[in-house]
C-alpha cells in the first residue's frame, strides 16, 4: 500500500511540475527551483515522527527553502494538526489526500499544471492557541509557589516544543515541591526523577435482576477504576481528568513500560468488578416458632457488564537519598505509603 501511495504521490508532485527525487532518508523529496519539499508518509499520524521530520528539516532548511510534508491514510484529529503547525510540518490525512488526487486528475484532463496550495490544511481559529491545551504545571495548585513566580514560570513553559504523547493525569507537583516535601522522610536528597506510571482505567456499568423464590435482586452500579499495571493492585486513584499529551520535561525523566497486557487487565478487572457487585443476601422464615436462616449469593454474569479500558500514566516523582527512596504523587502531591512497582525500595 505504501507504494502505492508513493506512486500517486510521485504523480501528484509532478503533475505540479515538481521533480521527484530519490532518497534513503524520505519516502520522496519533490523539487522545483531549488525548493525541496521533503515528504513521509504513515498509516497513522504521531507526534514523534512530526517532530522526528521537522527536526531533520529545520537542521537542513538555513536558507528557508525546505518545508516537509507528512502523509497519512487516516484522519487525523485537531491536535495534531495543531502541533504539525507549530512544527513547521503540512500534515495531510486521508481527506486532503483526496482533496490533491482530485485536483491532480482534473489538472490532467485540462492539460494545465496541477496549482499545489502547501499551507496547513486543517486550519481554525484555536489553532493559534498552544497545542498542548494543558500546561506542563497546573499552577493553581502548586505547593509553595508564589503568583510573581507562576507568572514567570508561565513564560518559561510556553516555549516548549515538545510534547510526550502520552494519556496522563496533569502534573501539579513541581520537581522543588517534590525534594521539599520528601526531606521530611529522607536524609540528604541525591536526586529527583519524574517517572510515568503505567495504569489500566476502566469505567464500567452493570445492570441485572436476578429473581429468587418471590423476591426481585436488583445489581446495579456504575464506577471508575484503576489497575496498577505493574504489580496488579486495584487503587483509587483521586484523578480529575486525563490529559492526551503533556510537554516534555527539561529534566530527567522516563515512562515506564508495562507488566501487565491488556488481555491480563481484562481479566482481573472483570473478576474484580463482579466480586464488588456480588450481594449476599440473607432471607429469614419461621417454622413454627423457630427462625430459619438462608444466605444466598447473588453475582452479575460477565454479559452482565459493559467496560471500556485504557492505558493512562500517573506522574510519580522518586526522590532519593543515599539508601532510601520515597515515591510523591506528582499529580497530588501526596506521599505513596506502598510502592508503585515491584522494583522500588522504600524506607
Known amino acids: 500500500m505504501k507504494e502505492d501511495l508513493k506512486q500517486i504521490l510521485n504523480d501528484i508532485f509532478t503533475s505540479s511540475q515538481y521533480n521527484i527525487i530519490e532518497s534513503n532518508n524520505y519516502d520522496l523529496i519533490a523539487s522545483r527551483n531549488n525548493y525541496n519539499i521533503y515528504i513521509n508518509i504513515g498509516d497513522q499520524a504521531e507526534y514523534q515522527k512530526i517532530r522526528k521530520l521537522s527536526n531533520e528539516i529545520n537542521g537542513n532548511n538555513q536558507d528557508g527553502n525546505s518545508i516537509g510534508i507528512y502523509v497519512v491514510t487516516d484522519n487525523p484529529d485537531e491536535r495534531l494538526y495543531q502541533y504539525a503547525d507549530k512544527m513547521g510540518i503540512i500534515l495531510w490525512g486521508r481527506d486532503q489526500l483526496a482533496l490533491q488526487i482530485g485536483k491532480a486528475v482534473i489538472a490532467d484532463i485540462e492539460g494545465e499544471p496541477c496549482n499545489l496550495e502547501l499551507v496547513q490544511p486543517y486550519s481554525t481559529a484555536q489553532s493559534s492557541q498552544e497545542y498542548c491545551n494543558d500546561s506542563y504545571y497546573d499552577y493553581s495548585v502548586m505547593n509553595d509557589t508564589t503568583s510573581e513566580q507562576v507568572e514567570q514560570n508561565t513564560e518559561q513553559e510556553t516555549v516548549k516544543t515538545d ?185
Open 163 to 347: 510534547c510526550l504523547n502520552i494519556k496522563t493525569a496533569p502534573i501539579n507537583t513541581s520537581k522543588d515541591s517534590a525534594v521539599s516535601i520528601a526531606k521530611a522522610h529522607l536524609g540528604k536528597i541525591q536526586n529527583a526523577t519524574l517517572k510515568f506510571v503505567p495504569y489500566w482505567k476502566y469505567n464500567y456499568s452493570v445492570y441485572t435482576e436476578q429473581n429468587y423464590k418471590s423476591k426481585t435482586i436488583d445489581i446495579s452500579a456504575e464506577d471508575t477504576g484503576y489497575l496498577n499495571a505493574l504489580n496488579g493492585s486495584h487503587e483509587s486513584l483521586p484523578v480529575e481528568k486525563i490529559i492526551e499529551y503533556v510537554e516534555e520535561p527539561e529534566y530527567n525523566y522516563y515512562i515506564v513500560s508495562n507488566s501487565l497486557t491488556r488481555e491480563e487487565a481484562s481479566s482481573e478487572i472483570l473478576k474484580n468488578i463482579i466480586e464488588k457487585n456480588t450481594k449476599n443476601i440473607r432471607f429469614d422464615k419461621t417454622a413454627g416458632e423457630a427462625i430459619i436462616s438462608e444466605h444466598k449469593r447473588f453475582k452479575p454474569k460477565s454479559s452482565d457488564i459493559d467496560y471500556n479500558l485504557e492505558l493512562v500514566y500517573l506522574p510519580v516523582w522518586e526522590v532519593k537519598d543515599k539508601r532510601n527512596s520515597i515515591e510523591i504523587n506528582g499529580h497530588n502531591s501526596e506521599v505513596f505509603s506502598k510502592p508503585t512497582g515491584n522494583d522500588v525500595e522504600f524506607m
